[in-house]
């Protein structure tokens, strides 16, 4: 089992990453750094995007409206630390 839980950690550690590469490429797309029109980072937005939406939509809607500011990726950033910090060690202390 513990085994189990350290698999979901590191599957917690590469969705934190996808989520700061959402953020980064969402702020360079915003300041045409990179061509939305490029087929391949129009992929890489896309895929990006179908990963981590569902996610951030059901926060989003949780929220107040900040105007153009969405803290929802950190929002969705402080959970999973929270999930990975307290919620996975308490469940592994069970195991032991």
Known sequence: MIELLGFISMLIDFYKYI?????????LLAFSVINSRNPMVHQIWQMLLAVTEPVLN????????????????IVLL???????SVVLPNIAKLFL
């Open 19 to 27: 989520v700061l590469a959402v953020v980064i490429m969402g702020w």
């Open 58 to 73: 059901p926060i989003r809607r949780m929220l107040p409206n900040f105007g153009a500011v969405d803290i929802s990726p």
């Open 78 to 84: 402080f959970g999973l630390i929270f999930i990975q």
